[in-house]
């Protein structure tokens, strides 16, 4: 029987998988060096949708499990989670709508017609496919505001009995303290040297957040360059890079590129830039591990991590999963 959770790693899988664990009724307690806007979560456009993550198959119904429940508190203002029209574009070819994608009510979108007047150009036409791209479709999905979302789950969290030790890090998992008849990893990129994981990469992701701006959608282009323009309660995040790389730096060319692709396809001028993040997304290249093990030590531990650039869109699916696990 299990009697103490320890969780390692404060980012949203961690928080996820914190409030499933202790509002079950298990004394749970978080482990991590970073905890709230430190965490890679905390950079994440946290827009639902599959995106750097395999395997496919399993994805997608982790994906199905986290929307439902996304859906539902939705309707809770208090969450952060609200549901936003995503428009996702391509820049050559037609871009194929996801089977998943077409039982949520995806459409295409219509291609632009090049204006013939200047008066023409400014028109705003919301269902059309913005200039200097071929294709694109449109679907309703959760938005999880980072600067609401990931204090609600930890307000939840600790409401039910957990609690949260940051500047904690562990060099191996055989460190937790032994009163701890579960361990689950959630530590995302820093599992590469936790668990030695070969297979775990960063990709490195940067974005600017820049003042509220009055578009009732978010913006995607998944093909390279990555660009998304993605509208919050208070403010509006940029992005973004996909690059394989550990530097948290910021890196002024690419806020020069993601300022000027992003106010371009809003018709916009550049706007004053607030802030300017890195997170390193943990994308694994043999898939997402939710994996039971045993230590030498006696530690039983459920590995959760490698979630790509999709930890908020599988956070409840997948913490679902390492409880059916314990």
């Keep these: 029987m299990i009697k103490n959770v320890a969780i390692v790693g404060a980012g949203v899988s961690g928080l996820t998988c914190g409030v499933l664990f202790a509002e079950r009724g298990y004394p749970t307690a978080i482990f991590a060096e970073e905890t709230g806007e430190r965490t890679t979560s ?15 198959d399993a ?5 199905l499990e986290t929307y439902k429940i996304l859906v539902d508190l939705s309707h ?9 029209e995503l428009r996702s574009f391509s820049r050559t070819g037609e871009i194929p709508i996801p089977e998943w994608a077409i039982p949520l009510g995806a459409k295409r979108l219509e291609v632009s017609v090049i204006p013939t007047r200047v008066e023409e150009s400014l028109a ?17 999905v959760p938005l999880m505001d980072t600067t609401i979302y990931l204090d609600y789950l930890t307000k939840r969290f600790v409401e039910a009995g957990g609690s949260i030790n940051g500047r904690v890090r562990f060099e191996k998992l055989e460190n937790v303290d032994s009163k701890f008849d579960l ?10 040297m936790l668990v030695l994981d070969a297979d775990l990469e960063p990709h ?16 995607v282009c ?7 323009a993605i509208p919050r309660a208070n403010d509006c995040v940029f992005g973004g890079t996909n690059e394989l790389s550990d530097n948290r730096d910021v890196d002024p060319r690419s806020t020069s590129r993601i300022l000027g692709e992003c106010s371009g396809v809003l018709k916009i001028d550049n706007p004053q830039v607030l802030a300017e993040r890195v997170g390193l997304r943990p994308f694994r290249k043999s898939g997402v591990r939710i994996e039971r093990e ?7 531990v459920i590995h959760n991590y490698g979630h790509g650039g999709s930890g908020f869109t599988l956070s409840w699916g997948c913490a679902e999963n390492v409880l059916q696990l314990t």
Aim: glycine fraction near 10%; aromatic fraction near 10%.
């Design 294 to 300: 045993k230590l030498r030590d006696g530690h039983t």
């Design 222 to 228: 998944d093909g390279p360059p990555l660009m998304y």
């Design 124 to 140: 705003v036409r919301p269902n059309d496919v913005p200039h200097g791209y071929t294709s694109g479709f449109a679907i309703t």
């Design 59 to 63: 994805v997608i119904a982790w994906a």
């Design 183 to 192: 361990v689950i990893n959630c530590a995302g990129i820093g599992a590469k």
């Design 42 to 56: 905390a950079a994440a456009a946290a827009l639902w949708f599959p995106y750097d993550v395999e395997p496919a």
């Design 204 to 219: 490195r992701g940067q974005v600017a957040i820049v003042p509220k701006i009055n578009i009732s959608w978010a913006t």
């Design 76 to 84: 809770e203002p208090q969450t952060g989670v609200s549901m936003i």
